[in-house]
């Protein structure tokens, strides 16, 4: 379910944003969230809703902004190329077809051209991503103050599909899961697999092999989220080399439930260890969370 496609709970009406968090959370999971002492992932995402206001998120949420970061930190390699950015569309594109449009402001908001006929129906979807600011949308502060507007990049999928998504959670500088997004456009999933590529989710799923460049993956990774006790930073291969997608610090904004369920108190185990609040995340003896419950 896209999140973002619903409607918001109105700031006038529930003002209070600790209100407004466990009556979302309730309603995606059925059970209202331990906002005080939070154990579960999902519990502790929106506790970083509500006290965490590091203005480097911010920079690394920011979809153009990174760009020049990753650069930086990674190499030019790394980056996917930009045909262009703004805060207004054009009437009609300037650049080659097939591209995606994606808002530079929030996630969760694109749309893949493939051909001319294509672009009037996009830019006038995407004109609605700018008519309010995104970080109001669920109550997640880093997207607050980045200028609205668009990025256009090239389509990096294959026969109109979008490309596989790598998206890695770091905690405390280690890359320790892998969520594996598929078929993005029609029907959508994602299986977890932990940092030794043993699958942890969605065990009824076919497991999918592991990229060629997922060791260059993780350690650009570490790279990226250094500082942080927890960032998940996306991936594609394409060609067999690794592109950078982008950061985000409130994945599925805390409302996706996981399968199994309990994954959710392991994968929490691993935040609170980064940070140093509780005791050794829970593991095998190889290092790689149980598969088959705890």
């Known amino acids: 379910m896209n999140l973002r496609s619903l409607p918001a709970l109105p700031h006038w009406l529930v003002p209070s944003s600790k209100v407004r968090i466990a009556l979302t959370y309730a309603w995606r999971h059925g059970r209202f969230p331990n906002l005080r002492n939070p154990t579960r992932f999902s519990e502790l995402v929106q506790q970083r809703k509500l006290v965490d206001r590091d203005p480097a998120m911010t920079m690394l949420a920011n979809k153009v902004a990174v760009k020049s970061h990753v ?43 493939h051909e001319p006929a294509d672009w009037d129906a996009a830019r006038q979807k995407a004109i609605q991503w700018t008519a309010r600011p995104y970080g109001l949308w669920l109550d997640e502060w880093a997207y607050r103050d980045i200028p609205r507007g668009y990025i256009v990049e090239p389509f990096l999928g294959e026969r109109g599909r979008l490309p596989v998504d790598y998206k890695i959670y770091v905690f405390g500088g280690i890359a320790t899961f892998v969520q594996v997004h598929l078929d993005r456009a029609a029907h959508h999933r994602w299986i977890l697999y932990d940092r030794s590529w043993r699958q942890i989710s969605m065990l009824g799923e076919r497991e999918q092999p592991a990229p060629a460049c997922l060791h260059a993956m993780m350690d650009a990774a570490e790279v990226m989220a250094k500082g942080f006790d927890f960032a998940r930073v996306d991936f594609y291969e394409i060609d067999g080399a690794p592109k950078f997608g982008e950061v985000t610090f409130y994945p599925g904004s805390g409302l996706d439930p996981f399968d199994p369920p309990y994954l959710d108190a392991i994968i929490g185990e691993h935040w609170l260890a980064a940070r140093g609040e509780t005791g050794e995340p829970i593991t095998s003896g190889t290092g790689a969370i149980p598969a088959t419950g705890i």
């Open 71 to 113: 650069r930086r930190a990674l190499g030019d390699e790394w980056v996917i190329d930009t045909y262009w950015s703004g805060a207004t569309l054009p009437d009609q594109p300037h650049w080659p077809y097939p591209f995606i449009l994606k808002a530079a402001h929030g996630c969760n908001q694109n749309v893949v051209c």
